[in-house]
């Protein structure tokens, strides 16, 4: 079984059990079963303007990806009190210790883990400014997110770990019982 039967099957449920919380990926359509309940969720392709507002909510959503491997590997889809604690240690990790896990745990490989953390040095530097006039990214060579071709940089830089994110979660959620989760619905 795999994502785009389990969710063929979670359709004909009038009724999901609260106890499961799982973040699915199927082609191109994202799900939340949260609650009892099933949310879409965010877009495969993710867009980032120009602006501070908008580079955060994109960190925020590879920060959340990165909570809900953590969470497939020790907890799989529960939503207990397990799940619970979980998510409160892992507000306590920050990202880069996150990211050096991915690397010690061979979720990620050593150049995912380096422009990871490049990336995410924008993240923390964006948190502490007004206007991503005043952030740079440094790939190979240092860039200004206030220039045009800077700020192209790290957009085509943040697409393309995104999408390696998407993949890398959907090797992670593969390793789902399927039908222990089914049968647990």
């Known amino acids: 079984m795999n994502a785009s039967k389990f969710f063929l099957k979670l359709k004909n449920k009038k009724k999901i059990n609260s106890k499961i919380r799982l973040y699915v990926i199927d082609k191109n359509n994202h799900y939340f079963v ?16 120009k602006n501070r507002d908008s580079v955060l909510s994109g960190f925020s959503k590879m920060a959340f990806l990165f909570d809900e491997i953590v969470r497939l590997r020790i907890v799989q889809f529960s939503n207990q009190n397990d799940s619970d604690e979980l998510l409160y240690l892992l507000n306590l990790v920050p990202v880069n210790r996150k990211i050096r896990t991915f690397l010690d745990w061979k979720v990620f490989g050593p150049e995912f883990t380096r422009d990871m953390s490049r990336l995410f040095e924008v993240r923390n530097d964006a948190m502490h400014c007004v206007k991503l006039d005043e952030v740079s990214y440094n790939p190979k060579n240092k860039v200004l997110l206030s220039s045009a071709s800077g ?27 399927w039908k222990k989760l089914l049968s647990e619905l």
């Open 34 to 49: 949260n609650d009892g309940i099933v949310k879409k969720g965010f877009d495969s392709k993710l867009s980032i303007s």
């Open 151 to 177: 700020f192209k940089k790290f957009s085509t830089d943040f697409q393309k770990a995104w999408k390696t994110l998407l993949k890398i979660y959907v090797a992670e959620q593969e390793k789902i019982d």
